[in-house]
């Protein structure tokens, strides 16, 4: 997917595909956003500028980018294994609980990479809003566009975890833990969007002073 022109993955994302799709579209927010945090933070060199600070948020933005192009293709690997666990064989009660515990442990492997793509972009919330106030000037609109992507990889990234939670309908006792832990995951959306608006905010408000 990283090696793909946009041209080719939104004909992609358009066609009547299994994937790519809102996963992947995720992921690939939260690799904009890194990206441009990278961008104001290495515009943001000279003796005016911290430059450890700099150094630190292009060094974890890059790594941030990096990390999000593998969730996007790990989302789209992970949706292969639904579709796929949907295809077994139902016919006696023996295979339908064979089916349903391999979709089960299938929308469990799903749930896993749009919510480390929450967790992706809740660092780099943390990232813009140290970059807010230590920037270029020049470029602080793109910390406020970093912040909104940021906001669109984990409002995307929630609901997906969401439908992949409501389909586990598996009831043992290994799953209860694992969706504790990504509803968990998934409540700190609320938390970056009280942020990227704060962010966002601040930004509008210095250049319309």
């Known amino acids: ?20 799709g809102g996963g992947a579209t995720a992921a690939l927010h939260a690799a904009q956003s890194a990206a441009l945090l990278a961008m104001v933070a290495r515009y943001s060199d000279g003796a005016r500028y911290d430059a450890g600070l700099m150094g630190r948020v292009v060094t974890e933005a890059d790594r941030l ?11 789209a690997e992970a949706f292969g294994a639904v ?32 919510a480390d793509v929450i967790r992706t ?29 940021a906001r669109a990889a984990a409002v995307t990234a929630r609901v997906n975890v969401e439908v992949n939670l409501r389909g ?10 694992i969706r504790a832990e990504l509803t968990a995951t998934a409540a700190f959306t609320d938390e970056i969007i009280v942020r990227a608006d704060e962010i966002v905010a601040a930004v509008r408000d210095e250049i319309n002073r």
């Open 121 to 149: 972009a809740r660092r780099l919330i943390e990232l813009a809003a140290e970059l807010l106030p230590a920037g270029n000037r020049n470029v602080i609109t793109d910390v406020a566009a970093a912040a909104e992507a």
């Open 168 to 177: 586990i309908r598996d009831s043992a006792i290994r799953y209860r833990a």
């Open 1 to 20: 997917m990283r090696d793909e022109t946009i041209e080719a993955f939104l004909g992609q994302l358009a066609a009547r595909v299994p994937a790519p």
């Open 65 to 75: 980018r990096d990390e999000a192009l593998r969730l996007a293709e790990a989302d």
């Open 83 to 114: 579709s796929a666990a949907y295809q077994w064989p139902k016919e006696t009660d023996e295979l339908l609980r064979a089916r349903s515990a391999a979709i089960a442990a299938a929308l469990v492997g799903a749930a896993g990479p749009p």
